[in-house]
């Protein structure tokens, strides 16, 4: 399984904004910073994080997002399933799709199907708080001074 770009960016984006803690606005530009990718991309994702109910935007001058939820309120395994686009690991997966001979005989989708199931399980144990307990190293990663966090 391999997760988007997309949900890659939601999940790094939810964990910046741990490390700053929900008492501090962050701006998309200094997330784009801290990992260097586009402002853009991450534009699309901060507004659907917000959609979900992860994260709180602040308009107008000073504003900026952060936390909306404590990160032990955020389950990983939810993130995943709200930002990524399908789980169609193979063809016969997408009913709407499948153009595969052997699906109605095949014991591979199940195979594939409970493996799936497991992967996302094991997702549902962690939560942002989970993947936040070194946030002093984490910090220094991303270059945040002590003063700023």
Do not use: W
Request: charged share 25%; glycine share 8%.
């Amino acid at each position: 399984m391999r997760l988007t770009v997309y949900t890659d960016y939601s999940l790094r984006t939810l964990m910046y904004l741990g490390v700053r803690g929900r008492e501090n606005l962050v701006t998309i530009q200094e997330i784009a910073n801290a990992y260097q990718i586009s402002k853009n991309h991450l534009m699309k994702v901060t507004h659907d994080l917000g959609k979900h109910g992860y994260i709180e935007t602040i308009r107008g001058r000073g504003g900026g997002i952060r936390l909306a939820l404590e990160p032990e309120q955020i389950n990983i395994g939810d993130v995943v399933r709200k930002t990524e686009d399908d789980f169609h690991l193979v063809e016969c997966f997408n009913p709407e799709g499948n153009l595969c001979k052997i699906s109605p005989e095949c014991r591979l989708k199940f195979a594939l199907g409970e493996a799936l199931t497991a992967y996302l399980a094991v997702l549902d144990t962690y939560t942002l708080a989970d993947v936040l307990v070194s946030k002093d190293i984490l910090s220094e990663l991303f270059g945040i001074t002590q003063t700023s966090k």
